[in-house]
């Protein structure tokens, strides 16, 4: 992926939230998103897609279409750009610091955002506090 400071990777929940409940997204996340959108586009990462597929499935979110409508929806509302896992981002993902956390979709996403050389999305405050990621709140 090239180095482009003009895109961002969001983290899951703000993918969801963007979604469901934007006023959950701090004014410069909403800003940032609206920006990347116009420009060169939003990194979403293919962990995402399970992650919320299981959120679904736990009930732990609520959607009233079932799950590939909601991510076509999803899809159709931004300028994502789908990342797959590649060896590069599970070899970093692997290598973080333990201060990212031990959760495999934030390491894989945070790993992303490194590799993509991209500012990173997240009300998560352990992620935010990474003196290795650049994040937006």
């Known amino acids: 992926m090239r180095d482009n400071a003009r895109m961002i990777t969001v983290d899951t929940h703000i993918i969801i939230w963007d979604a469901l409940k ?8 909403k800003n940032e998103l609206e920006r990347a959108n116009q420009i060169d586009g939003i ?3 293919d962990i995402s ?9 736990k ?3 609520e959607i009233d279409v079932p799950y590939l409508e909601f991510i ?4 159709a509302s931004n300028n994502y750009i789908f990342q797959e896992i590649t060896p590069e981002i599970a070899e970093l993902s692997a290598n973080l610091p333990l201060e990212i956390n031990s959760d495999p979709a934030d390491r894989l996403i945070s790993a992303t955002s490194l590799i993509s050389n991209t500012k990173l999305i997240t009300a998560d405050k352990n992620l935010r506090k990474s003196k290795e990621l650049r994040t937006i709140w």
């Open 43 to 45: 990194i979403f990462c």
């Open 59 to 61: 009930k732990r979110i």
């Open 49 to 57: 897609l399970w992650e919320i597929a299981m959120l679904i499935k």
């Open 72 to 75: 076509d929806l999803v899809k």
């Open 22 to 29: 934007p006023e959950l997204l701090s004014e410069k996340a």
